[in-house]
C-alpha cells in the first residue's frame, strides 16, 4: 500500500481485469466526471472493457485501477499511445470516482503509475491534458513534475475541447 499525500487513506494500483465492470461503467457513465470532457459517450461497456484489458495482458498500455486500503476501487490512472498530429504521442490519464475524490487517491496513484513507468523505464515523455477548467487535474501535472506547454484546442472523442497541454519528460526531471 501507497500512502496517499496527506491523508490517512493508502492506494495499491493492479492492472485492470475483466471483473472490473462495475468500476468501468461507473467511470465511463458518471456524468459529473465526464463534465469538462464534452459529456458521456454511447458505447459498449463490456467491449470496451474487453479491449482494454486484451491491451494491458499484451502490455501494450497500462490501466491501473486505484485499490483503496480497504479493497474498493476507486478510479483508474491509464498509460498510453496514440496518434495525435501526425505523431505517436504517450499520454497520461486518471479518474477517481466522486465519492473518493478529495482523498489524494489520484494524486497518490499518478506518483505510483509514473514511478512504476520510471522503473521500467518506459513513457520517457508523458503528455496531459485536462481541461482548462479542471484546477485539481492541472493542479496534479504542476505537482508530479509536467511542464505546462499552452492551452489548446483538442480533439477528443469527436469533440473539441478547450484544455491545457502539460509535457513530463523523465530526462529533464
Request: glycine share 6%.
Amino acid at each position: 500500500m501507497v500512502p496517499t499525500a496527506g491523508c490517512p487513506t493508502q492506494m495499491e494500483l493492479r492492472p485492470l481485469t475483466r471483473q472490473d465492470f462495475r468500476l468501468y461503467e461507473r467511470v465511463y457513465t458518471d456524468r459529473r466526471m465526464w463534465a469538462e470532457l464534452g459529456g458521456v459517450v454511447e458505447q459498449d461497456m463490456a467491449a470496451k472493457l474487453e479491449r482494454d484489458v486484451a491491451s494491458v495482458e499484451a502490455d501494450r498500455h497500462w490501466v491501473l485501477v486505484i485499490v483503496t486500503d480497504d479493497g474498493t476501487a476507486a478510479g483508474t490512472v491509464s498509460l498510453w499511445d496514440h496518434e495525435w498530429e501526425g505523431q505517436t504521442i504517450d499520454e497520461i490519464c486518471w479518474m477517481v470516482l466522486p465519492e473518493h475524490q478529495g482523498r489524494g487517491l489520484a494524486s497518490a496513484g499518478i506518483a505510483e503509475a509514473l514511478r512504476l513507468a520510471d522503473e521500467a523505464a518506459r513513457w520517457r515523455v508523458l503528455h496531459a491534458f485536462p481541461a482548462t477548467t479542471n484546477a485539481p487535474s492541472n493542479a496534479l501535472c504542476h505537482k508530479h513534475g509536467f511542464a505546462l506547454r499552452d492551452p489548446i484546442e483538442y480533439r477528443y472523442r469527436g469533440r473539441t475541447l478547450r484544455v491545457n497541454h502539460w509535457i513530463r519528460d523523465r530526462a529533464s526531471s
